[in-house]
């Protein structure tokens, strides 16, 4: 992709200068400058919870800056809500999108804007506008499907078109490939691109150097609510950008040394479930995983790694098959059951299956033990006892805040809200832990962390199932790699020669050694 040609360099859109945001006695900016130019993708760079979002959020009048000022195409700009910031030409696209599941793409898209043909709304001219804006952004989508039946990848294009009809200039892409399979990040690259084409700008927040270096022209870095430099991502490598975000060497190589596997933890046997259309999705899977080892599932998602995890977990029924903990058939128990059982696990939705969002940051920590003798006395909580766990897991796995252990977990950034479930599972001290995704949405310094809590179980002899659309992920902490195809293994490879060329080929459906 053809990075610099589109950005006017002599025309500045947006100018944040020495923007500070308190809330309370907490500053998450602190002095941040921003530039961006006319056509340009510019992104910012920093860690969970180092105060990105709210920057941008600033930015699009979600928040009034404490201090500070902004400028958009030369002219001093009160923002003080999104209406305001809309009407200046900034569009912004939240982590978690903002869609009205039961509605239509076009009724989701003109929501607020509805066009009107007398006293009704005009439904067929913006179903032609839409049209028109799809096609001339590569931005394809089916105006009349609801959104509780598309994709993620789909509903992101939906919100793209949504500030795009509003006559959005300067589109803010907050975390935007979070929830994106592989050939999903690289269709939104092309949009991304296209859109700098035709003189827009793009303001791009993520963690993912990769991505930076693949789309960005500048990229400005945050940490820990401070500014730290705007450097050219053209003239910057991975490792420096990593370092500058964290504030120190960042590791991409997993350290972990042979050992031998024990007995088999966990047996998934002949497999069959449905997913939510009630189509068959598991056919017939089989899956061992031993004491002491990673076993890495890969596979283009679709594939049956949800129904899998949610039947495993008692989150759905199995059709038929087995599903054997330590020799004990647990397919279809309660949750509970099999959790008492031994089975835990980082989820694939940290919102909807990993966390309570308006319980505190305490109780999420102790949401499968609250009734444990440590925490209550006789069905009472001993809320200090909790806190005390709290204050002691979030300086151990470095939650950010510092302090956070009376605020609800929804008021937590994406990758701090993944750490409080790291957490809890990781100090649940199960004989099998699954993780989903584990480092969805988490910066490099937090990926570091958390692989390290990984092997540490595997070393600890716990089975660890590992769940991951990052093929570099699952290369470097497996011992055993499962490919997963239309609802089958369809190939395993555990001499530790793992390629991505090999197990990409499995991923489509080739057999091993072919």
């Given at each position: 992709m053809a990075k610099n040609s589109n950005m006017d360099e002599n025309q500045i859109v947006i100018q944040m200068k020495d923007i500070v945001k308190k809330f309370g006695d907490f500053t998450a900016n602190d002095h941040i400058n921003l530039t961006v130019h006319k056509g340009e993708v510019h992104a910012i760079l920093g860690e969970n919870g180092a105060g990105k979002s709210t920057l941008m959020n600033v930015l699009y009048g979600m928040y009034r800056p404490t201090s500070g000022s902004i400028y958009v195409n030369g002219q001093e700009a009160i923002i003080d809500n999104p209406q305001k910031a809309i009407s200046l030409g900034i569009g912004m696209v939240h982590q978690h999108f903002m869609l009205v599941q039961p509605f239509t793409v076009t009724e989701n898209i003109i929501l607020g804007m509805e066009p009107m043909n007398g006293i009704t709304v005009d439904l067929k001219s913006a179903r032609e506008k839409i049209i028109e804006l799809s096609e001339k952004y590569n931005l394809m989508v089916d105006p009349d499907a609801k959104i509780e039946d598309i994709s993620v990848g789909m509903q992101q294009r939906v919100e793209i078109l949504k500030v795009l009809y509003r006559g959005a200039n300067i589109l803010i892409l907050d975390e935007p490939t979070a929830s994106l399979t592989p050939q999903e990040i690289i269709d939104l690259m092309d949009i991304i691109h296209n859109l700098t084409k035709d003189g827009k700008s793009v303001i791009l927040i993520t963690h993912k150097l990769k991505e930076i270096k693949l789309a960005a022209d500048n990229c400005s870095i945050i940490r820990r609510g401070k500014y730290i430099d705007t450097v050219n991502v053209e003239k910057t490598t991975e490792d420096e950008l990593a370092s500058m975000m964290v504030g120190r060497q960042v590791s991409f190589k997993v350290d972990k040394k042979p050992q031998t596997p024990g007995e088999v933890v966990l047996e998934v046997k002949d497999l069959h479930g449905k997913d939510y259309r009630g189509v068959e999705i598991l056919k017939g899977l089989n899956l061992k995983v031993r004491r002491g080892e990673i076993v890495g599932l890969a596979g283009v998602d679709g594939n049956g790694q949800s129904q899998l995890i949610e039947i495993i977990t008692g989150l759905s029924k199995a059709e038929s098959g087995n599903v054997l903990m330590h020799g004990e058939d647990v397919v279809?128990?309660?949750?509970?059951?099999?959790?008492?059982?031994?089975?835990?696990?980082?989820?694939?939705?940290?919102?909807?299956?990993?966390?309570?969002?308006?319980?505190?940051?305490?109780?999420?920590?102790?949401?499968?033990?609250?009734?444990?003798?440590?925490?209550?006395?006789?069905?009472?909580?001993?809320?200090?006892?909790?806190?005390?766990?709290?204050?002691?897991?979030?300086?151990?796995?470095?939650?950010?805040?510092?302090?956070?252990?009376?605020?609800?977990?929804?008021?937590?950034?994406?990758?701090?809200?993944?750490?409080?479930?790291?957490?809890?599972?990781?100090?649940?001290?199960?004989?099998?832990?699954?993780?989903?995704?584990?480092?969805?949405?988490?910066?490099?310094?937090?990926?570091?962390?958390?692989?390290?809590?990984?092997?540490?179980?595997?070393?600890?002899?716990?089975?660890?199932?590992?769940?991951?659309?990052?093929?570099?992920?699952?290369?470097?902490?497996?011992?055993?790699?499962d490919v997963i195809f239309d609802g089958q293994i369809a190939g395993s490879i555990n001499d530790g020669k793992f390629d991505e060329a090999t197990l990409g080929y499995m991923m489509a459906g080739g057999k091993a050694n072919e």
């Open positions: 279809n128990k309660s949750p509970k059951y099999i959790f008492d059982k031994g089975i835990t696990s980082i989820p694939e939705d940290r919102q909807k299956h990993g966390l309570v969002l308006p319980f505190t940051v305490s109780e999420n920590l102790v949401l499968q033990n609250f009734g444990n003798e440590e925490f209550s006395n006789h069905g009472i909580l001993d809320k200090k006892k909790i806190k005390n766990h709290a204050t002691e897991l979030i300086e151990k796995f470095d939650i950010r805040p510092v302090g956070s252990e009376d605020r609800p977990a929804g008021t937590l950034s994406g990758g701090n809200q993944q750490k409080v479930i790291i957490a809890r599972e990781v100090t649940n001290n199960s004989d099998l832990l699954i993780a989903f995704n584990p480092t969805r949405g988490l910066d490099v310094g937090a990926i570091e962390f958390v692989h390290k809590y990984l092997v540490e179980q595997r070393n600890k002899n716990k089975a660890v199932l590992l769940v991951s659309f990052e093929l570099s992920e699952i290369i470097s902490l497996s011992d055993r790699i």
